[in-house]
């Protein structure tokens, strides 16, 4: 039997309607092999093989069409994907930019046939409860309220949790990868990205500076940058679950007096300017509106001729928050923006941008590392918070991981300083060598 004719003989039931449906938005055959409730199956053998268990897939398709229907039936298991994740993903994109298919819109007709479909399959109704995981922030976009609600969704899963996916500097952002050589770590890679940030603000044990690290997260760089380089460091974060962290952290390990985290707003620090500021991929949770303010808080909280860096993740295209499944489930109200606009937005703010260092491929060896880790607690991780909220970071990572591979996110450091009255910027002519200590 040929491979067409087998596609024909097995393309009936519900499998065969939908892809009788699905085939003019795909551009020809389903890209997938899908198998549907009632046992029925179309789509090329050789493809990624999906199954939907239940009607109320196309129940919240047809509610929520793409990306966060899918997203949402597959986070409570009602479609699932057999073997790797990434590589079904990555063979769908694959064959979408082959075909040339871009935002789909279905036609009047393709939409009757899916609701009759619909009809017919027992999945017509009203919109079906959203899954637990998904955030529901309330309140006017980007007020200190709303922010702490939004940071709290994601921060505040819970310490032990993000302690089964990160490294042991419990760093949450692109780490710098200096080696190839099987021994070295994703603990070596964010030990050497902090350590590229303290060089690139000018910190010096010798001048004991004081440093203010916004977003401080579970305090990584404010810890690092107290035993490595001598700074007096404030770290602010409005997350009180990484506070507690990083305060029993500071306590085991003396530094009490030279390092303090505060439970604050970065439009809130009553007590600058400092000699550096950086702010690590926190910039992208602040919206497009309030980052005139943001940058105007590093401004006005940096000494003249002090250095701010910035670490920020950016995109383009239609989804500047990252995408319906990333707005609704990780992130919500996060906004991100070509990193030539994001330079531009800091200059306006005053301070004068001397580098941008793209770290877009060290991000991709970040997430395989942390998808790593992730996958070989899996276990650990249902056991602590349950099958659906491993799935939504199944594919979160999964998801960031191809962004960042694929060029449709980046991320870079910029560095920047507050010029001098005179104009000076008190930064060497000669652009410095940051390389690695090791």
């Known amino acids: 039997m040929t491979a067409t004719m087998d596609r024909t003989a097995q393309g009936t039931g519900v499998a065969g309607r939908l892809s009788d449906i699905l085939s003019p938005l795909v551009g020809g055959e389903l890209p997938v092999r899908l198998t549907a409730w009632d046992g029925s199956t179309a789509g090329p053998e050789d493809a990624p093989k999906v199954t939907l268990y239940s009607p109320n897939v196309l129940r919240r398709l047809l509610w929520n069409p793409g990306e966060l229907g899918a997203a949402q039936a597959y986070v409570l298991g009602e479609l699932d994907v057999e073997g790797d994740l990434g590589d079904a993903l990555t063979h769908v994109w694959k064959v979408s930019a082959e075909r040339g298919l871009g935002s789909i819109t279905p036609t009047p007709s393709l939409v009757l046939a899916a609701v009759k479909a619909a009809r017919s399959f027992g999945a017509f109704g009203r919109p079906l409860a959203p899954p637990s995981s998904q955030a529901q922030v309330k309140g006017r976009l980007h007020s200190l ?104 952290k500071i306590r085991a390990l003396g530094l009490e007096d030279w390092v303090e985290i505060r439970l604050q707003d970065y439009r809130e620090i009553p007590d600058g300017p400092f000699d550096a500021v950086a702010s690590i991929e926190m910039g992208e949770h602040v919206g497009e509106d309030n980052y005139p303010t943001y940058v105007r808080a590093l401004h006005d909280n940096v000494i003249a001729g002090g250095r701010v860096l910035i670490q920020q993740m950016s995109r383009t295209g239609a989804h500047p928050g990252g995408g319906p499944f990333i707005e609704s489930f990780i992130a919500p109200d996060m906004y991100m923006r070509p990193v030539g606009r994001t330079v531009a937005m800091i200059e306006e703010g005053g301070l004068e941008v001397r580098d941008v260092h793209a770290l877009r491929e060290h991000y991709v060896r970040t997430v395989d590392a942390w998808i790593e880790t992730f996958e070989s607690n899996w276990d650990r991780v249902v056991d602590l918070v349950g099958v659906e909220v491993a799935r939504v970071w199944r594919l979160y990572l999964v998801g960031g991981g191809m962004a960042f591979r694929d060029g449709r996110m980046g991320v870079d450091q910029i560095l920047s300083v507050r010029p001098h009255g005179d104009g000076r910027s008190g930064i060497d002519s000669v652009r410095p060598q940051w390389v690695s200590r090791r």
Not at 187 to 205: A, I, Y
Not at 223 to 246: C, D, M, N, P, W
Request: net charge negative; charged share 25%.
């Open 145 to 248: 309220a709303r922010d702490r609600e939004a940071i709290g969704h994601h921060y505040d899963l819970s310490n032990d949790f993000y302690q089964l996916i990160l490294d042991e500097n419990m760093a949450y952002s692109s780490g710098y990868w200096t080696s190839d050589v099987p021994e070295y770590t994703l603990e070596d890679s964010q030990t050497d990205k902090l350590d590229l940030v303290c060089r690139k603000v000018g910190l010096d044990r010798a001048r004991g500076l004081r440093f203010l690290d916004v977003g401080c997260g579970w305090g990584s760089l404010s810890l690092h940058a107290a035993r490595e380089y001598g700074a007096r460091v404030v770290g602010i974060t409005i997350s009180a679950e990484q506070k507690a962290f990083v305060d029993a």
